[in-house]
């Protein structure tokens, strides 16, 4: 039999791989996006992922929490003008898998909607988040961030712009000093200084199946106050009053509660 | 020229200007400087604007200048700074002579940077009283810094080009040509008295044991020490920033230059005079516990003290408190 010469072959395997039909599939290959396809093979490039926000709302021992009303904790009267602290490192995913590291919140009592960014989908079992900065946050200079960043100087303000650096969790208003109702005492917690940075974290069990992958908050800013007595310590700028600081900095992590 | 800064879209375009050319006395090393401040004529001279503008203070009444002033070796007379409408501040204002060469600010040493230093007195409800963010929109709404923060910094006027301006003209503030100076460099044996020789003689010996805070060419090692000015302290100093108990009342050693015109003295203005200052280390402190070991009684008579106030005396340097770099 005569036999094909080499280019007659090259030519036929050219033409068969044009004719018969391919095995590849075009789709989203990152088993992290919504829309991943486990039978693609090839890139498209349109990977979709869920954005995370967090909504974190405010009560008072189950009441609706409102900037300016006078409410009543721990049997003392007391009304908050500025109530506002920050939030970072928010993880969320696996124990092992939970870091966002550039995340920083300046979370307002009267703001509730916080975009975090991008995550990978799926099941979410874990949520954590500091309360305050890390100690090299702390301690950079807060002028070289854009004036848009939370961590840029704020007004109020929520740096001593000294060694101390952020103040963590800041809270004025009035107090009841004197049992008599009126709220014409001082409150201002101003509470900062790396060994007061705590983490919150609990069991989220939250699904991110969706592009707007929301997380609802709720924090019982009574549970800031638990043990304390407000008529009577309700200023600390944490250097002056490191006990009632560090109390209020544990305080704050008891009171968050994920809604499910 | 100095070419600095990259180009970037929204960061600083790139400015072309003259370097800062430093006049040092004999003697003076280049004090350090942040990558990011490098010095230039442009940013010095913004700097300096900044320095003397009230508007950096909440109500426009009081710059920089209003607490280290030229006349009080660019400190002030009053024991506790005054601040804006008459407000008492915490401390006795520090002196900026041959500030360029310190570690670390304020006398707690609780500011790491001259740059970040800035925004400790604008900000303290008790001195300039003014919120930065705020501050930071009044300085772009300023017809006259735009321009300039542009050809030093070449960005926007704001937060970061304020503080690097004021450090930038802050190193400046060198002081190295007083008597003393000059007699120990030899140009002129007749710059100090007899009293002052036998007091810088006193300085230097083990006797007084002065120079082991007192050192170096800015007479202070930039330590922080107790000096046994009471047996317990309101203001507990280093403790503030450390929290721990063996730096209550432990604040940074100061320099002496000039130190004749920046009285009243101590972080708290409590002596009035160089006399009152020499007589405390001569009786040795209150004897704190965690007062310095230096600190203790030294023996000296009246002329001794008397001699070492002439020395203290011949370290003014009046050529640059005279200087009109220095002046509005």
């Known amino acids: 039999m005569k036999r094909l010469p080499i280019f007659k072959l090259i030519a036929l395997a050219i033409l068969f791989s044009a004719v018969l039909p391919s095995c590849e599939k075009a789709g989203c290959i990152d088993p992290a996006a919504l829309n991943y396809d486990p039978d693609a093979t090839d890139a498209s490039n349109d990977c979709t992922f869920p954005i995370l926000s967090l909504k974190l709302m405010p009560n008072v021992d189950g009441q609706n929490f409102t900037l300016g009303e006078t409410y009543t904790i721990n049997g003392t009267a007391v009304r908050f003008d500025i109530f506002q602290f920050y939030v970072s490192q928010v993880g969320i995913g696996d124990m092992m898998d939970m870091e966002m590291p550039e995340t920083y919140l300046l979370v307002k009592a009267d703001e509730t909607d916080y975009e975090l960014g991008q995550v990978t989908a799926g099941h979410k079992h874990m949520l954590a988040f500091n309360v305050g900065v890390d100690s090299a946050t702390n301690h950079a200079d807060p002028t070289l961030y854009e004036a848009s960043n939370v961590l840029a100087p704020q007004n109020p303000s929520m740096h001593w712009n000294w060694d101390a650096g952020y103040q963590f969790i800041k809270i004025e208003g009035q107090v009841d000093t004197d049992g008599d109702g009126a709220v014409d005492g001082l409150l201002e917690m101003h509470i900062g200084k790396d060994s007061n940075l705590r983490r919150f974290m609990v069991e989220a069990h939250q699904e991110a199946d969706a592009e707007d992958f929301i997380i609802t908050v709720d924090y019982d800013i009574a549970k800031f106050f638990t043990d304390v007595d407000l008529s009577t310590e309700s200023v600390t700028h944490t250097g002056d009053g490191p006990e009632l600081a560090s109390k209020v900095a544990d305080n704050a992590i008891t009171a968050f509660t994920v809604q499910k | ?328």
């Not at chain 2, 300023?142 to 304020?162: C, D, K, M, S």
């Not at chain 2, 203005?269 to 006399?275: A, F, H, I, R």
């Open chain 2, 1 to 328: 020229m100095l070419i600095g800064l990259i180009a970037c879209q929204q960061g600083p375009r790139i400015v072309q200007q003259a370097a800062f050319e430093w006049d040092l006395p004999a003697g003076f090393a280049e004090p350090s400087v942040p990558e990011n401040n490098q010095m230039t004529v442009a940013r010095v001279q913004l700097g300096k604007m900044l320095f003397f503008d009230p508007i950096l203070s909440v109500d426009s009444t009081l710059s920089c200048a209003g607490c280290h002033l030229a006349q009080a070796g660019f400190a002030d007379h009053n024991p506790i700074s005054r601040g804006i409408e008459g407000r008492i501040g915490e401390r006795n204002a520090p002196t900026l002579t041959n500030i360029g060469y310190h570690p670390y600010f304020f006398r707690e040493g609780g500011s790491p940077s001259l740059e970040q230093q800035v925004l400790g007195p604008i900000c303290n409800n008790l001195e300039m009283g003014f919120n930065a963010a705020l501050l930071a929109e009044r300085l772009k709404n300023h017809p006259v810094y735009e321009p300039l923060a542009q050809e030093a910094y070449g960005r926007e006027i704001g937060l970061f080009v304020l503080t690097r301006a004021i450090a930038a003209y802050e190193r400046t503030m060198i002081s190295g040509d007083s008597p003393y100076d000059r007699f120990v460099r030899g140009e002129d044996p007749q710059a100090l008295s007899a009293a002052a020789q036998r007091g810088l003689a006193l300085f230097m010996s083990e006797r007084t044991n002065c120079t082991q805070c007192h050192g170096g060419i800015d007479f202070s090692l930039y330590d922080f020490a107790n000096n046994g000015l009471y047996d317990s302290f309101l203001d507990k100093g280093r403790y503030r920033v450390t929290l721990d108990s063996a730096d209550i009342g432990k604040f940074k050693v100061p320099t002496l230059r000039n130190v004749a015109l920046s009285w009243p003295y101590m972080h708290d203005g409590s002596l009035n005079s160089l006399e009152e200052v020499v007589q405390h280390y001569n009786e040795g402190g209150k004897g704190h516990v965690n007062q310095s070991t230096y600190v203790r009684p030294l023996g000296l008579n009246p002329n001794e003290v008397a001699d070492l106030v002439a020395f203290l005396e011949s370290l003014t340097d009046k050529k640059f408190i005279n200087n009109p770099a220095f002046a509005p």
